[in-house]
Structures are given as C-alpha cells and as structure tokens.
C-alpha cells in the first residue's frame, strides 16, 4: 500500500480517560524559560566533545519500550528533549536512572511487564518526537493513545504517513478529543511505500515491524545515519532488520527481543553548530567524538564558503582565516543537505561577499527565524521557498527570539559576528537540543552566557 493521506476516523464513543492524572506527570517536565547573551567574538580556537545525537537518542529511548528487562544507552545528550522523552516514558510505566560516566550520560530504563499505552499532550505538545512511542506501543501492547502533535514552527508537520503505514500493519485509528487512539489484534507484515522518505514514519514503521508476524519491507524509507543508529539497536535486541541506511528496508518480524546496551551515534547536527560558528568568528578547532562520514554534504558546502576542514580519525579538524564566501545551498533528505543545517549555514551566509541563495526543500514553513536575522541587520529575503542573502561584514546585536531549536543555535552563532550584545529569547528551545552550549561555545573563545530566567 501507499502511506499517503490518512484520515483518522472520528469516534463519538472514545472519551479521554488519561489513568494518571497529567498535570503529576508533567510538572517535573515543564519547560524553564532562559536566554542567551552573545558578543562578538574573535576567533575560536580549541577542542570540543561533540554530544550523542538528539535524534537518535528520542527513539532509542521510544524503543527501550519493545523489550522487557534493564535497558542501558550510553552517549545520551544531556539535554531538554531527553528529560521530556524521559517524562513520556515514565507516564507509560517505565522507570528511568541517569548516570554520569566521562562527560557523557548513561540512561538506565527499566521496562518491567506492565505498562499504560498513553501518551498525554501536555508532553507530547513540548516534544512531538514522542509520537515515536506510537509503533513500539502497538507492537507490544496491541494499543496506543497519543495526543495527536499539533502544528509547530515548521508549518503542519502531519504524521499521516506514520498512521497509514501502522493501518497497513494491521493497526486501527480513531481521532478523538485531540487523541490518537491505535489498536490492534497482532500487527502482519507487509510491503509499505512511503511518497516521502519520512524520518519519523520510517522510524515509527521500523519499531511495529520488527515484533509482527511475517516480513515487512519499507521502500523509500529515509536513510538518515539515525535510522541506522536505530536499527542496529534493534538488531542487538534480537531484532532482524536489513538495509537501513538505504531507502529500502526489510524487517522479518521475532516473537520477542531482549533488552541491551547501546551507545548513542554521535550528533551531526552539533557538528554543523560549532563549524558555522568558525564560520563566522574565524580560527581553528578540533571536534571530537564525530562521524565524519555522516558530514559529506555539510563539509562539501562549508569548502565552498572557504573553510578548510578534514576528518582525523573519529575527530574534525577545521580551521576559517577569511571573511566566507557567497555560496549556494540546498536541503534534501539525506544523504543531501539536512534541514536543521540550514539556518546555520544561513548565519554565515549574512556575512559572506555577496549574494547567496539557500533553498528549503523539506519543511515548506520553516522561515520563522528570518524576520530575526533582518532585526541584526541582514540582508536577507524569503522568495517562495528561496531565502536571498546579500552578505554584509557585520550584523548588529539586537534582543531576538529563538523559534526553535537549530534556528535557536544559528542565531547564537550569528550573534558571534555582530556588534554589540545579541540577547537571544526562548532559548529554552535552544535547551530542548543542546548540551552546555554556552559552556562548550566559552571553552573556545566565544562570550557567551545563558541565563536563566
Ligand atoms: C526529523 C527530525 C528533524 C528533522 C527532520 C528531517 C527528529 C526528532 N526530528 O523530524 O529534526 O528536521 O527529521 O530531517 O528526529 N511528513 C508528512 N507526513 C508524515 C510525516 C512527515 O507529510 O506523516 C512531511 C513533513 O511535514 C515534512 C517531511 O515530510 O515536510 C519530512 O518530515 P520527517 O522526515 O517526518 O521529519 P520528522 O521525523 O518530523
């Protein structure tokens, strides 16, 4: 079948019956509100560990949920996303224990026989990532009620394609009070064909799979290095998944799997953060803990801004001596230009020698930080899904708002190269994706501070 289009039937019978009250659940999760003040900075110079990646992390932790027993997963960034995950799951049942080893986090998740198959707005609103309990729920206790995530910064952000491919797996829908509500007598195998490689379908489908009775075959699957982080967890497990990390995938669904350890693949998107802010304030830095393989396109338009960058071993060297050039970018679906890169290749484009053109070909809506980037004085304008940047040397530090997480950081960066403070707010969005960046950013020569409000 196609995962295209799916619309949840309404149900007049189903009533919101959350076992838990909410509110308990959610007050040790709510957001804390921050803001990050920026000076210009001179150039950077120094090491950085990079964290586990935040994607990766969120679903490793949605699949603890497939197998009863101590699950252990290393690397896990010390970030705001992962305590709300942390809070979806412990209103399931789970019970979770954070360790500190060698500057990293260790998630301990006890998953024991009984679990509540429910997932309540009041998290998943924060985090929509947390729809990703929805295929392990299914596979194991044959039901799930997740609030249903609405719109956010990036525009609609439906997740029909995760419910159609779960219908084709034998799974049913009803739409009810703002909840989705899954269930299922035993999920079958089946070939599903996704219109759109989905990240979150592709995960979503890979969890259901792998525990129902026969063979699944996801084609167009999305071939992020997450989804194969994902997979090879899974594969420890007991799991059989073959392909991931290629657009076709087939799962032969196993009675049951086993809890393990894993370690989290380090974060790109970090990478990408701390390289557009060499970008921008110039100098010479050594980032550890990466996966350079996952960086080609990231490191191949950075060489065309004039950044010399080159892979030693597990670790990154770059190195930025002159004002960037004017370049063109694009995102794609990997193994092309990730979308969260391009607000961060955009800051440093406001400071290159020339016009630039930079193209969004994932989320139509995500332009909500240009508006911000003009109030620093850029040059810059939204054309359809085009933004045009004609590069000036400097920007002017100005009080802006983070509109979300990867826009958050990119302005942080921007904030490196202006004049003056640049007071970036709501940088709990910042929080929701980034381990210490302040402190990782001061360690390297950039002033600058988070404050908490
Ligand atoms: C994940 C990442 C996000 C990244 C994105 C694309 C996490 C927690 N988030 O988000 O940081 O920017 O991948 O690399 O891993 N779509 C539909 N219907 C669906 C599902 C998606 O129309 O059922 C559309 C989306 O609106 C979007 C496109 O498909 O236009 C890609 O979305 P998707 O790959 O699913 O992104 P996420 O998994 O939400």
């Not at 919101?16 to 003040?37: K, T």
């Not at 990240?199 to 989804?227: C, D, F, Q, Y």
């Not at 983070?402 to 990119?410: L, S, V």
């Amino acid at each position: 079948m196609c995962a295209r289009n799916f619309t949840p039937k309404f149900s007049r019978n189903f009533t919101r019956s959350c076992r838990v009250p909410a509110r308990s659940i959610c007050q040790p999760y709510l957001i804390r509100m921050s803001r990050y003040l920026v000076q210009k900075s001179g150039p950077l110079d120094g090491e950085v560990h990079i964290s586990g990646a935040k994607n990766s992390a969120l679903k490793l932790m949605a699949a603890c949920l497939l197998a009863e027993g101590t699950h252990t997963l290393r690397n896990v960034p010390d970030i705001a996303d992962v305590t709300l995950m942390s809070g979806v799951l412990e209103a399931i049942g789970l019970s979770i224990t954070r360790k500190q080893e060698d500057h990293t986090t260790t998630l301990v998740i006890e998953r024991g026989p009984d679990v509540q198959p429910e997932a309540p707005y009041e998290l998943v609103e924060k985090m929509r990532a947390s729809t990703a309990v929805l295929g392990p729920l299914l596979a194991t206790v044959g039901e799930a009620r997740v609030a249903m995530p609405g719109g956010d910064d990036f525009g609609a952000r439906p997740i029909d394609m995760h419910l159609a491919g779960l219908e084709a797996l034998g799974a049913s829908f009803e739409l009810s009070h703002g909840d989705i509500f899954g269930t299922t007598d035993g999920l079958v195998g089946a070939e599903i064909a996704l219109d759109y490689p989905s990240v979150g379908a592709t995960e979503n489908l890979l969890m259901a799979a792998v525990l129902a009775s026969g063979s699944t075959t996801i084609i167009n699957a999305a071939r992020e290095p997450e989804i194969a982080d994902l997979a090879s967890f899974l594969n420890r497990m007991g799991a059989t998944v073959v392909g991931a990390g290629t657009s076709r995938i087939d799962i032969v669904g196993v009675p049951e799997l086993r809890a393990v350890e894993h370690t989290v693949v380090p974060d790109r998107l970090e990478v990408g953060t701390f390289l557009a802010a060499l970008g921008i304030a110039g100098g010479e830095l050594t980032l550890h803990n990466t996966r350079p393989d996952h960086l080609e396109m990231l490191v191949d338009r950075l060489g065309a801004m004039g950044l010399r960058i080159s892979p030693e071993g597990d670790s990154l060297w770059a190195m930025s001596r002159s004002r960037p050039r004017a370049t063109d970018v694009a995102t794609l679906p990997y193994p092309g230009l990730a979308t969260d890169f391009l607000p961060l290749l955009v800051a440093v484009l406001c400071f290159a020698d020339g016009t630039s053109y930079a193209t969004e070909n994932v989320f139509a809506g995500r332009f909500g930080y240009v508006g911000e980037f003009a109030r620093m004085g850029a040059g810059i304008r939204v054309e359809d899904h085009h933004l045009v940047i004609d590069g000036v040397e400097s920007l002017s530090g100005a009080p802006v708002r983070a509109p979300d997480i990867r826009a958050g950081a990119a302005l942080v960066v921007a904030g490196l190269g202006a004049e003056g403070i640049t007071e970036v707010r709501d940088g709990y969005h910042i929080d929701r994706g980034y381990e210490r960046l302040e402190e990782k950013l001061r360690a390297i020569g950039a002033p600058v501070e988070r404050v908490d409000d």
